[in-house]
Every structure is written in C-alpha cells, then in structure tokens.
C-alpha cells in the first residue's frame, strides 16, 4: 500500500512503521494531534531515521499544547525515569547528524595507509589480490563504507538547501561539498575495483519489456553505449584497452591500480560462481594467482599481463576453456564435465559405456548423467527432502559411486537448468 486516505479512523491505536509521510487537511487538537503527527516517527529499520508531516491547516501552532495535554494523562507513578516528550530543532538535529556522517566516514577509512591515494583505499577494502579469500573476508569494511555514504548523502539532502541556517560558514560549506565528492568517488572506486557494481545485463530483457510495455517517450539517444555493462563483460565485448578507457578512467594512470581492480572483479566471480563448477574456477583461480604474482614480480610487461588476464576474462565469463567439447553447450553440462572426467581418468573400477559418436567415456557419462537428471527430477525438488534423495539417487544411478554422488550433487543443486 502506498497511499491511505484516512477521515476518521487509523490517526489514534495504529501502528505502521514504514508509514513516512502524512499529509494533514483536517483540523485535529490535544492528544488527538499528537497521536495524529506520532503516525510517522515509528522506526522500520536503517532506511527511516524519522518521518515527514505536511500540515495544510497550520496546525503546528497546537503542537506544544498538544504535548502538554498528551504528557499530563501519562501514569508517572510507576517507577523508573518519567516519560518526556520533547520538540527537537530541525536543523539542529540535521547538522548534528551530518557532522556525524562525515565523523564515521572519516574513523572508517582512517586506518587506511598513508598517503591514502586510490591505490591504498583499495588495498585496505579489497585486500591483496595475490590471497585468493582477501576479497572476501573485506567484504564488512566495503558494506561499512556503502553505508556510510548512503548515511552521509541523505544526512547531505536534509540539509543541503540550508547549509547556512544550519549554522555552517562558506568556508564550512565548501570544504564538506569537497568531501562529499571525495566520499562518492571513492565509493564508486570500490565498488568497481571489487566488482560489486550492479551489472544490469541480467535485467536487461525485463526492463526492455516494462519500458515498452508503460512508458512513452521519443527515441531516445544514447550517451554512452557501455552504461550498465559490467567491466568483465566489457572486456570481453570490446577488448581490455577499450574497457579500460571506459569504465576505469579515473584510475588509467595508475597501473596497479587498474591492475588490482580487474583482478579483484575476476575474483569476484571466480567466487560467485564456485559453487556451480568447482573444478574449473579452481583452475581459473590457479591461473589468476600466477597473472598476480608475475606481475608484482616485474615478470611481465604491462602489455604482457594485459592480454593474459583478458585471456582469463573471457574464459571466466563464459566458463569454459579452448577446444571444449560441442556437446557442452550449457552450464550444467560444462559443470559435470569439468567435475567428473579426472574421476572417469583415475577410478580404474568405473567401466564406461560404449563410446557416444566417438566421443571420450567423460563426455559419455556426461552426456547419460545430464539426460537422466533432467527426465527424472521431481518438480521443484530444492529444499525438499524427499525429492532431493530421488535426484540424488538418478545421479547414483548412473555413476555408481557414492564419493561421486556427494561432489556430484552440490554442482546440480546449484545450477539453475536442473
């Protein structure tokens, strides 16, 4: 629900926390207002710091009255501290929560090195790229940073047009829009160097169809025809130079920099995706460690690393290497392969079947395994325990191996054709 005329009921005995706004057109006094105005102050998580009235019938002028009224019918025989209302200043409450905005933002990032450059801010929030669960275990002081800025920018927008009644100097003013600027942009570093931007390609036929579907508009043009495309995905699409130019401008000087920044997204992906195929992005994260550390040996030459790690891109992003088999031709079939032909190679008591159009006895066992599951799953099987053992089971059926079964099964589970 978005929007609630309310005449005569719902003002008094009723609680709605993510209730944010009331637009008041009826004349009301006493504890009948205040009870009225208090709809908006009740707290629905970090995103509501209070609520905002619009008072059409200047009612505010009866507030401290209403207070009054509201406060003397409270029981205070009771023990413990009396209850108390109080009307806070608007400003003031606004300045004291912005000082405090850029207060956190500054102790956050105060443990970074000195002299705190670029470089030195994604070090402290993403870690060294050459320790594979960096990344990861950074994550807390990334989040703590995201919200910090989202803190700061909407403690910023209270304010904003009133920086001067708040009680702030030109010179006041200047120096926090400067910080601001520094504060977004380092928000925006971060978020690219650790691959945690929104990649809006996921989304993209979904959206096509509502802006199709409900908005009018004349054609539009395009400014850049890279936005909401992932720095992966553009490496692949338009080669690294051109990714770079585009999507780490800011940083294209600073070499390490951009360097760390492909890598961690290469991690990042590595990670999110370890699940679906474990052999393979172990490979992937094998090759990754070897890029990072010639390079921070000087082993390499800067053109050098560039086309190994767009190399490593791209077979990340389409999670399969050179000369894969055609038959591979979806995730799933690509997982079970990378995760089943070095245990078709050493299990000396697995007897393949008769070869599949002459392909390998993995590619075989693949090819079986992939048609049973898909015929023989049960309709919406995840979560349920029963009808995960009968996946189970199809996956024994044709292996034969428990141990099998058991790195078998997690891969399925996790991807999304089975």
């Known amino acids: 629900m978005k929007l609630l005329v309310v005449v005569d009921k719902l003002l008094t005995g009723f609680d709605a926390p993510p209730c944010s706004y009331l637009y008041i057109d009826k004349s009301m006094q006493d504890h009948g207002l205040f009870q009225a105005i208090c709809r908006t102050n009740r707290l629905d998580g970090e995103d509501k710091h209070f609520g905002y009235v619009v008072d059409y019938k200047d009612l505010f002028k009866r507030v401290e009255k209403a207070i009054a009224v509201y406060t003397s019918e409270l029981d205070t025989s009771a023990d413990g501290s009396d209850p108390q209302v109080m009307l806070k200043d608007r400003l003031d409450l606004g300045r004291e929560k912005l000082d405090a905005a850029f207060e956190a933002l500054h102790l956050l990032c105060q443990p970074v090195k000195p002299p705190q450059g670029e470089l030195d801010h994604i070090h402290y929030f993403c870690g060294n790229t050459e320790i594979p669960t960096d990344l990861q275990e950074r994550e807390p002081q990334r989040v703590a ?61 979904d959206m096509r169809h509502l802006i199709d579907t ?28 051109e990714a770079i130019a585009n999507k780490l401008a800011g940083l294209k000087d600073n070499h390490d920099a951009v360097a760390e920044s492909i890598e961690n997204n290469v991690r990042s992906k590595i ?53 894969t088999p055609i038959q591979l031709n979806t995730p799933g079939r690509l997982a079970l392969y990378n995760n089943l032909k070095d245990w078709v190679t050493v299990n000396a008591s697995h007897e ?65 054709e089975y």
């Not at 996946?391 to 997690?410: C, E, H, L």
């Open 352 to 416: 393949p079947h008769a070869p599949y159009g002459g392909v390998d006895a993995a590619l075989e066992l693949v090819m079986t395994l992939d048609a049973a599951i898909k015929q023989e799953r049960p309709h919406d099987w995840r979560g349920m325990f029963q009808k995960e053992q009968m996946v189970k089971q199809t996956i024994f059926n044709v292996v034969r191996d428990i141990d099998a079964v058991n790195r078998i099964y997690p891969i399925v589970f996790a991807q999304p």
């Open 145 to 205: 940073l995201y919200r910090a800025v989202v803190a700061l920018v909407r403690a910023w927008a209270n304010v904003a047009d009133e920086l001067e009644g708040a009680g702030y100097s030109a010179h006041d003013r200047e120096r926090m829009k400067t910080q601001m600027k520094h504060y977004l942009d380092l928000r925006d570093v971060i978020r690219l160097a650790s691959g945690e931007t929104l990649d809006l390609k996921a989304y993209e036929a």
């Open 271 to 323: 990670i999110k995706e370890q699940l679906a195929d474990p052999a393979f992005f172990e490979r992937m994260s094998a090759l990754l460690d070897e890029i990072i550390r010639l390079r921070k040996q000087k082993a390499i030459e800067y053109e050098e690393y560039l086309r190994r790690i767009a190399d490593l891109t791209a077979k990340v992003m389409s999670g399969k290497v050179e000369h």
């Open 214 to 241: 409900y908005i009018e508009a004349s054609a539009p043009r395009t400014i850049s025809p890279f936005d909401g495309i992932g720095l992966l995905d553009l490496i692949v699409k338009t080669g690294i130079a």
